[in-house]
């Protein structure tokens, strides 16, 4: 990671951390970095959104290259579209899962991949240590939002099934799935029950979508639905819900989509990746069909990284990123919800049926803090860490990470009894408390 890149791209609190000189550098410098480059930029719903769109194509322009702008569009569109329609890169004005007062920029290859660390790196070096480059030759900004029909079709042609006789919620986390994941279900033959798809600009992410998934799951009960799929704000997160309303996370989907292909003969290698923050009943329950199980650091490119090394199928994470490799080059909520349904379907089968597996009682807590890096490279906290993992039966975990796109520690610990996890994790959130609080 670099100073303003994370694990997944720039993410800030727009005009403090991420203000309109930052993005229009940061358009200038991926301009540059290709002759006449062609870049396609969309964003979600955020009321910000345009105003760092206008930013960022501004640079991308006063470096030369074309800006294809096709407005709101969900992050996995994206990727789809720029691959397809040839374009050199593809930059996505997000803040995905984080409040509205957020923003961020993520930024994919020519072939719908996201840069790697190294690419990263090189383009930040360009707006951190240079001047903009401000060639004479001037290229077309144009905007063209009826492109986006394309990414729903493809959507649609990943199902090879109708999905009639199916009611299904969507929470869009007034996002930019509002539109496009509903269409999606519909076209498809589904009765769909839409909550959360506004377009306002000021409530995503608010109390609803994958972070929040309550409502959803009422929704669901109260209107005997057969599942339900929250998306986050760039909607390539999903959480599920099945027919009685219980959460299904990513590690449960992960699991679901893993049998299903095995049984199919299209799990590569037999062969899934999760990361560090993977339950470990799902490596058991995997292990247990003959499924092998590779972990990664936390992020949906490192995930993306191992299954294009390895030539794999399937990966994904716990917060809901999954790769489905035959179809996407990144997580896609709309496409792991559409195969679901597509599951349940074929199968005839609820949701809750295919969702057996024990899982290890898990505590994840996120503890807000003024600096992240003094925090995670404190003595006092590696040592209660320490001390705490010793007292531990084996099979147990404590994980302590800074978050990659938030001002953020992240506290999980795993073990036998979720009391115990639940009193670790409280503990080691003290320290870290204590610790933000001494200057």
Not at 143 to 158: E, G, M, P, R, V
Request: aromatic letters at 6%; proline letters at 3%; glycine letters at 8%.
């Amino acid at each position: 990671m670099g100073v303003f890149f994370g694990t997944d791209g720039i993410r800030g609190v727009v005009n403090s951390e991420l203000t309109f000189d930052l993005a229009y550098k940061c358009g200038n410098a991926l301009g540059a970095s290709k002759p006449n480059a062609k870049i396609l930029i969309g964003r979600d719903t955020r009321s910000s959104g345009s105003y760092l769109t206008i930013a960022f194509a501004g640079g991308a322009l006063s470096a030369g290259a074309e800006v294809v702008d096709i407005g709101i569009c969900p992050t996995a569109g994206i990727a789809y579209l720029t691959k397809t329609q040839k374009a050199d890169y593809g930059v996505v004005i997000s803040a995905s899962h984080n409040p509205p007062d957020y923003n961020g920029i993520k930024i994919f290859n020519n072939k719908g991949f996201k840069l790697g660390d190294k690419a990263e790196n090189e383009v930040e070096r360009k707006f951190v240590n240079s001047t903009c480059v401000l060639p004479k030759n001037i290229k077309n900004y144009t905007q063209n939002h009826k492109i986006t029909a394309k990414y729903l079709n493809f959507l649609i042609s990943c199902s090879k099934k109708s999905l009639e006789g199916l009611k299904v919620v969507i929470d869009a986390s007034n996002g930019a799935s509002y539109k496009i994941a509903p269409l999606a279900f519909k076209k498809l033959g589904a009765e769909v029950i839409k909550i959360n798809s506004s377009n306002n600009g000021k409530n995503i992410n608010i109390n609803c979508g994958s972070l929040h998934p309550e409502e959803l799951c009422k929704t669901v009960v109260a209107t005997k639905s057969n599942m339900g799929f929250a998306f986050d704000g760039d909607s390539d997160r999903i959480i599920a819900c099945d027919e009685n309303g219980t959460i299904l996370d990513g590690d449960m989907i992960l699991f679901m989509l893993a049998k299903h292909l095995k049984t199919n003969k299209k799990l590569n290698n037999n062969t899934v990746v999760g990361t560090s923050h993977t339950n470990m009943g799902i490596e058991l329950a995997l292990n247990n069909l003959g499924i092998k199980f590779i972990r990664t650091d936390v992020g949906d490119k490192y995930v993306l990284e191992k299954l294009e090394q390895e030539n794999l199928s399937l990966g994904g994470e716990k917060s809901g990123h999954i790769i489905m490799r035959e179809h996407s080059t990144t997580g896609d909520g709309i496409l792991s919800a559409i195969k679901l349904a597509e599951m349940v379907k074929a199968k005839n089968i609820p949701l809750s049926k295919l969702a057996k597996v024990k899982l290890f009682p898990q505590c994840n807590i996120d503890c807000v803090v003024s600096d992240k890096i003094r925090i995670i490279n404190n003595q006092i906290l590696s040592n209660a860490i320490a001390k705490q993992e010793q007292s531990l039966p084996n099979g147990s975990r404590i994980m302590v990470r800074m978050s990659g796109t938030e001002p953020k520690i992240r506290i999980m610990v795993e073990t036998h009894n979720a009391q115990e996890a639940q009193k670790i994790a409280s503990e080691i959130e003290k320290i870290i408390k204590e610790i933000d609080l001494k200057e």
